[in-house]
């Protein structure tokens, strides 16, 4: 025996009321385990969400690398990132290591 259509839909909207029914549950449930953890340690809304340019920065980022390469005609260097200059394109870099 098959289902209608109508009696499909009617089943997925009790799922979904009843799918929505448990995560409010369980978010209720969450943001008490939440408040209390932040209540037993004292914590402040700056200690869990911090703001700020140096909370998203990386640590790595904006550090400079020091050159692996130099060109012995020119002195021109390169760190061996990115795209590689012409100079040593093409060749063996372990002859232009500093």
Same mark, same amino acid.
């Given at each position: 025996? +098959?289902?209608? !259509? ?7 909207? %009790?799922?979904? =009321?009843? #799918? &929505? %029914?448990?995560?409010? *549950?369980?978010?209720?449930?969450? #943001? $008490? ?7 037993? !340690?004292?914590? +402040?809304?700056?200690? /869990?969400?911090? +703001?700020?340019? $140096?909370?998203? $920065?990386?640590?790595?980022?904006? /550090? =400079? /690398?020091?050159?692996? !390469?130099? &060109?012995?005609? +020119?002195?021109?260097? @390169?760190?061996?990132?990115?795209? $590689?200059?012409? @100079?040593? *394109? &093409?060749? %063996?870099?372990?002859?232009?290591? #500093?």
């Amino acid at each position: 025996m +098959t289902e209608s !259509y109508k009696e499909l839909l009617k089943q997925r909207e %009790d799922l979904e =009321k009843r #799918i &929505n %029914d448990a995560r409010r *549950q369980e978010l209720s449930a969450a #943001i $008490a385990q939440v408040r209390g953890l932040v209540a037993e !340690y004292g914590l +402040t809304s700056q200690d /869990v969400f911090p +703001t700020g340019r $140096a909370a998203r $920065a990386s640590t790595t980022s904006g /550090v =400079k /690398v020091a050159p692996k !390469y130099r &060109n012995p005609e +020119t002195g021109e260097t @390169w760190t061996g990132r990115g795209k $590689a200059p012409k @100079w040593i *394109q &093409n060749q %063996d870099r372990e002859k232009f290591a #500093i």
